[in-house]
């Protein structure tokens, strides 16, 4: 009789690089032997994939932690293990402080995190490491950084697990450069069994194998990572200490993995690192960034590619035009302005003023006059002024942003802020961010209201089922022919579907209503609809045409 394999559930807490290193996790203990269940409670052991950028994220994976450790005692949950920025952030600080937590680890785990879990569901205890100042393992010089072996970067390098290393069946094979056999993991699934061989890997190039990866969500957008890291020194901002410098990954790297969603159904690559501004400038040219994004989009199957995460000082006239005339590259903006008063981000350690951001945005606009452009700023940081927010609701009034993340200032542990004078009490700061969030509420939603009569490229992302029984619409030849034979009919009569428009990024920039939509018409189609009307930054918007149906083939491979 076979032993059920050990399952395990992954919940994932903050950014899209955390959503990317979760699937990292998932294809290394897929290929270790574990089987992945969606249902915590279910699960023998469930992974939390912690987010520790500020006060309110921390107290969410700590509370996370928490929830997950109640199934130890109602559910079959025997552990409950902390990973992520949180994890590496604390390191022994967070194992002492929960001792709820049965383990927690740290990035040099991930290549081992099979062999972690089996340990300590067998009762051996852990031992957490001891948090340290990440960007001292790598050189200062980013040039000098390439060559480095032996630091651990989620998605980096050589992280083939040992279960999936090319196996030699003589000593005679050790100088044979040709393609080696990969061993294989045996997984019982009800009711066969499935081999796990990745016979991808096998031609993985030797300068950094493609990382292993399994899709969580099997949605028609995924990030992508392009860098982990990051040189800056915002006086605010602990995520380099954790998430180390700033180390680019191979084109060939990223065009593999690229590659290989797009073969798994997705549409939408959601370009992501901590400053993608600054690709390529470890790999001796600082303009890559503008030619990868044009290799991505030419991808089969990838209809978009969205950069994010942009510094504003280290943008340049050739990334703008990239972005905006690159035939798959939308649009998009992800720019990080922070604040706009001049003095105030000087104290951040930052760059810019209103002034000079208004000129970037103009130069955006120049060339692509609906561009999506969003930020993030911060009030209540030290020493800000009223003057201070006075400029920056003047900045904001003027930008014609379509989305503004607003937040208030909190000490991080070992930032540069934390040793300020001139610190706000709590009233004054939540105050300010009331009234910079209601001022960008109304300017977001006018900017939404400003799209109404626009006709918008919609790649969807869930769709209402249909109301009658549905025959194979992608075996039918004259399926996209009766679709927009359909585009004229009362939208009230169709169905309806959420997805984004180029000018909308993922989870936090609104979303599109498309009604109207026709039977045939499914979730990774991209769709033409007419914006009628608007739900604060959210968008309604009438069927036109289906624009780009998606191919419903699917890869059979589970790395990438």
Known sequence: MTTPPTTVALVTLGCARN?????????????????????????????????????????????????????KDSGRTQAVVAVGC???????????????????????????????????????????????????????????????????????????????????????????????????????????????????????PASGPRVVRRRLDGGPMAPLKLAS???????????????????????TEVLGEAQWLAENGVRELFLVSENSTSYG?????????????????EVPGIARVRVSYLQPAEMRPTLITAM???????????????????????????????????????????????????????????????????????????????????????????TEAETYDGKLDEDTIAARLDRVTRLAEDLTSARAESRVGELLEILLESVDPVTDTETDVEADADTEADIDAEAGADPADGRSGEGRAAHQGPEVDGSTTVIGLPDGVNVGDIVSAKVVGTDGVDLIAEFAALVSPQDRRRAANLTA
Request: proline share 6%; aromatic share 6%; net charge negative.
């Open 19 to 71: 959503d990317v290193d979760s699937e990292e996790l998932a294809g290394r203990l897929e290929a270790g032997g574990f089987r992945l269940v969606e249902d915590a409670a279910e699960a023998d052991t469930v992974v939390v994939n912690t987010c520790g950028f500020v006060e309110a994220a921390k107290k969410d994976s700590v509370d996370t932690l928490l929830a997950a450790a109640d199934y």
């Open 86 to 204: 949180l994890a590496e952030r604390y390191g022994e600080q967070l194992a002492d402080a929960l001792p709820e937590t049965d383990a927690v680890l740290s990035f040099d785990d991930y290549a081992d995190i099979s062999d972690r879990l089996r340990s300590i569901l067998s009762g051996t205890k852990h031992q957490p490491h001891v948090p340290r100042d990440r960007r001292k393992l790598l050189p200062l010089a980013p040039s000098a950084r390439a060559a480095t072996t032996g630091v651990a970067i989620p998605g980096h390098g050589d992280h083939i697990p040992a279960e999936l290393k090319p196996v030699r069946s003589s000593e005679s094979e050790e100088a044979d450069d040709g393609p080696q056999a990969l061993k294989g993991r045996f997984v019982t699934t009800a009711p066969e069994e499935l081999t796990i061989d990745a016979p991808d890997l096998a031609s993985a």
């Open 229 to 251: 890291g990051c040189d800056r020194r915002c006086a605010f901002c602990a995520i380099p200490m954790f998430r180390g410098a700033f180390v680019s990954r191979r084109p």
């Open 281 to 297: 400038k470890d790999l001796g040219d600082l303009r890559l960034l503008e030619t990868l994004v044009s290799e991505i989009a």
């Open 324 to 414: 905006t005339s690159t035939p798959g590259v939308v649009p998009y903006f992800d720019l990080s302005f922070q604040h706009a008063s001049g003095p105030l981000l000087r104290r951040m350690r930052r760059f810019g003023d209103a002034e000079r951001f208004l000129d970037l945005i103009a130069q955006v606009r120049a060339t692509a006059p609906t561009a999506g452009i969003r930020s993030n700023v911060i009030v209540g940081f030290p020493g800000e002024t009223e003057e201070d927010v006075d400029i920056l609701c003047d900045f904001l009034s003027r930008a014609g942003l379509d989305a503004i993340g607003v937040f208030g200032y909190s000490d991080e542990d070992g």
